[in-house]
């Protein structure tokens, strides 16, 4: 009954849609090749754990059931078994290699940087706020610190955006001029501080459209929590228009102003 039960649990992380949250145990859907792979990697570890635990339960409940005390007859004693000592020093440390295997692999996978990027993009995060410069386009935005005069669909409106294009390999730029803060979209399936006087680095590829919300996940400062920014990830045609729109933005605020 419990190898049915292992296989039927198995088959059902196996075969289920990724958009299941089951499946997912817990993690956002991932809209990037790289968090898909963290996605696997995560998978794979509570299939690790679910497969140990059924193993050391099993033998809990065998040694529960067969080996009860009856009477005052001491049960068959193992003592300097090698082989069996053997085998609980080895099993662990092969568990621990394969779990750091495919760990390193994964980390070394997202964290790599192509050496020439689609689209770069310069972070800069600061109290409490973010600005966005496209140095490939001659674009910037970004939007005002979080005003607490103001509603909070006001505040909304005025957060800073960032729009990227699906399928392409975008590359992540952060600073800070002031204090630490952290880049964090849910649905990435991952974060990167961004401290002052030591810039860092991501990259990514999304696979979906669709419009999200970022956050600062390291604490800040007083309006750390409303430290948000919108994110649009949008079709290249989409993405080169809005850049258009955003020089010709620029380009007159430019010629107001002189």
Known sequence: MRVGALAVLLLALAGCSPNDTFTRMGFPNPVTTQGAITLSLWQGSWIAGLL?????????????????????????QVRYNMPIEILYTVIPFVLIAVLFYYTAKDENTI?????????????????????????????????????????DAQNQAAMPLLEIPVGESVEFNLTSPDVIHAFWVPEFLFK?????????????????????????????????????????????????????????IQQTASGSTQ
């Open 111 to 151: 964290d790599a940087i192509p050496a020439h990027p689609q689209v770069t993009v310069n972070v800069t995060g600061f109290q409490w706020s973010w600005a966005f410069n496209y140095p490939g386009y001659g674009v910037n935005t970004d939007g005002a610190m979080w005003n607490p005069r103001l509603t």
């Open 52 to 76: 140990v635990g059924a193993v050391v339960w099993g033998m809990i409940i065998w040694a529960v059931i067969f080996h009860r005390k009856r009477g005052d007859k001491l049960p068959p």
């Open 192 to 248: 990167r501080d961004v401290i002052p006087g030591h810039p860092n680095h991501f990259s990514i590829t999304a696979t979906k459209t669709g419009t999200f919300t970022g956050h600062c996940s390291e604490l800040c400062g007083l309006y750390h929590s409303r430290m948000l920014f919108t994110l649009k990830i949008v079709t290249p045609a989409q993405f080169q228009t809005w850049i258009s729109q955003q020089k010709a």
